[in-house]
């Protein structure tokens, strides 16, 4: 009896293209472009299909509606993440420990809370954290100054003053620009993004053994490995020099908790501590940077929405003091044109994979428990039934015909549900205090002298823009 049920349930399995014997569908993926052939696969099989990574079943959600039924209305059923063999080799355990690639167990509830909590303490959303990032928008304006006249890559210069605000939380201090150690931090978190991109990660996902190849990983992930070291290495700094009865920043409040915890079979031990810590670097620092590298790109490109920016900026704060929060509820157009930004800018498309907790359903399509789950963030960004100009820069999707700022159901750059981003409002809040920071001081043009920039963005697990070079003029 229960074999016919499960039978009946499998009859309701999502369809999908054919799969091959071994290699089952991933000639249909291009791995350097996901989430655009996730969205094509959309067309042909509906919103809701399968496919098969080797021998890995995948389900891969597409649209507004069936991401929210999933995400949200049954955000139990897909809060869990599939096993990743290749994080074994940093140290990651079984579990895969850390936070953002953590299974759904208490551990990942227990490191959750905790950091949300210690955000919340160092003030996510209050006056101090605020303090810390006005002042690095001050010194990114300040090397911003200094290369007035010139043609330059703003990458670089942003990556760093993004970083520094994850550097503060986690270890209480900024990195100079300049300094050669926050250099390599930077280089090795941008290459080991790119070495999880592409074919390879996935087969060595799907296929575990081969991770036994002897040098392969070593060679396929070093980057990964530096970066893991290298935190280590300051996470080691710091503990030899913490005097417990400080609290400053999330090293420190991990080391309390490890000794508070002492004796128990917790998720707060040593070996976890520089995976929490490079999960908050990696998560925090690459995507806040690309959105605003995005922004500026589409300021340059769309002149006319940057003087508006700017008309608001002028209005609500003037030249001369520094933005603050409270400035944000007077700001509709700003708040429109980054919200704008984080949509058509797509940065991380294909979201980050889940897996089915249990059996369930979607759309009245069977998911069996432990399938592998793409969130199709992409395909909801730019739903057609959901926007009004899906495939343009259109700072108008957030305004209402008053020009009052309006929120939309489909904006869900973070995602949405338990596996919600954690660092949703510090991004926003960083968001908000550069990008209008830069623009109340200066005005950016394409640089005549490089190639015209490109509107379309190169896939490493998140959607950054090719690079382009700006000139500054300050106003
Ligand atoms: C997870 C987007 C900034 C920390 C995620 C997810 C997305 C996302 C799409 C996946 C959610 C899911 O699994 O469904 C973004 C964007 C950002 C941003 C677009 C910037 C504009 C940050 C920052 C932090 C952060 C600044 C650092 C505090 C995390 C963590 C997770 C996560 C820890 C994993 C949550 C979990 O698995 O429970 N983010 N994020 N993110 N993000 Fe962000």
């Not at 954290?129 to 200094?146: K, P």
């Not at 940077?289 to 490109?301: E, H, K, N, P, Q």
């Not at 660092?423 to 968001?431: D, N, P, T, Y």
């Not at 950016?444 to 090719?466: K, M, N, S, Y």
Request: glycine letters at 6%; proline letters at 5%; charged letters at 25%.
């Amino acid at each position: 009896f229960d074999y016919m049920k499960r039978r009946k349930r499998w009859s309701r399995y999502p369809p999908g293209p054919v799969s091959l014997p071994f290699i089952g569908t991933i000639l249909q993926i291009d791995f350097h472009n996901p989430h655009v052939s996730f969205t094509q696969l959309s067309k042909k099989y509906g919103k809701i299909y399968s496919l098969q990574n080797f021998w890995t079943n995948v389900v891969v959600l597409n649209g507004y509606k069936a991401v929210k039924e999933a995400l949200v209305h049954k955000s139990e059923d897909f809060a869990d993440r599939p096993f990743f063999p290749i994080y074994k080799h940093l140290g990651y355990g079984e579990l895969n420990q850390g936070l953002v690639m953590a299974q759904y167990s208490q551990a990942w509830k227990d490191q959750r809370r905790f950091t949300l909590s210690i955000l919340r303490d160092f003030g996510m959303g209050k006056k101090s954290l605020e303090q810390l990032v006005v002042e690095e928008a001050g010194y990114l304006c300040s090397v911003f100054s200094s290369k007035e006249g010139q043609s330059f890559d703003p990458h670089y210069l942003i990556n760093n003053a993004i970083s520094n605000v994850i550097c503060f939380l986690t270890f209480g201090n900024r990195f100079d620009y300049e300094d050669k150690k926050f250099q390599s931090l930077l280089h090795y978190l941008e290459l080991s993004m790119k070495e999880e991109a592409g074919l390879l990660p996935q087969a060595l996902n799907s296929l575990p053994f081969l991770t036994h190849i002897p040098g392969l990983m070593q060679k396929a992930f070093c980057h990964q490995k530096k970066l893991m070291d290298y935190l280590g290495e300051l996470v080691n700094e710091h503990k030899e020099t913490w005097d417990p009865s400080s609290k400053r920043d999330i090293t420190e409040a991990f080391l309390e908790e490890v000794e508070k915890r002492k004796g128990e079979n917790s998720s707060f031990n040593y070996q976890n501590l520089p995976l929490m810590i490079g999960d908050l670097f990696s998560a925090g620092t690459e995507t806040t940077t690309t959105t605003l590298r995005w922004g500026l790109l589409y300021m340059i490109l769309y002149p006319d929405i940057q003087s508006k920016v700017q008309e608001e900026i002028d209005a609500v704060i003037g030249r001369n003091r520094s933005v603050t929060l409270e400035d944000q509820a007077n700001m509709p157009y700003t708040r429109a044109v980054i919200h704008e930004t984080q949509r058509f800018g797509d940065i991380v498309p294909a979201g980050i994979l889940h897996r089915a907790y249990r059996d369930t359903e979607v759309e009245g399509f069977f998911i069996p428990k432990g399938t592998t789950i793409v969130t199709n963030l992409s395909s909801v960004l730019k739903d057609e039934t959901m926007w009004e100009n899906p495939h343009q820069f259109w700072p108008e999707h957030f305004l209402d015909a008053n020009g009052q700022f309006v929120k939309r159901e489909a904006f869900i750059p973070f995602s949405a549900g338990r596996r919600i981003c954690l660092g949703e409002q510090l991004a926003r809040m960083e968001l908000f205090f550069f990008f209008t920071s830069l623009l109340q001081r200066f005005t950016f043009h394409i640089a005549e002298d490089h190639p015209r920039p490109r509107e379309d963005g190169c896939f490493a697990f998140t959607l950054v823009p090719q690079p382009y070079y700006i000139k500054v003029v300050s106003r």
